[in-house]
């Protein structure tokens, strides 16, 4: 018996399952990149921001 040119009907939701499913775990593993990108900038931003000022603090120390 030759093999069937077309997919089995549960064949074929299987794949659009399979499909979805990656596009979902792709999304998440995205959306966690990002918090994790944002975090390393937001901490970044908050030592820099904090070293300006303890800069600043201590030419006002120099200065009284």
């Given amino acids: 018996r030759p093999p069937r040119s077309t997919p089995k009907p549960s064949s ?3 794949d659009v ?3 979805q499913l990656y596009k979902v775990v792709i999304a998440r593993a995205t959306v966690a990149k990002l918090r994790r990108l944002f975090m390393f900038v937001y901490i970044r931003l908050v030592v820099y921001e904090l070293s300006i ?8 120390s120099r200065i009284g």
């Fill in 12 to 14: 074929a939701a299987s």
């Fill in 53 to 60: 000022k303890i800069n600043l603090i201590k030419q006002l």
């Fill in 17 to 19: 399952y399979k499909r």
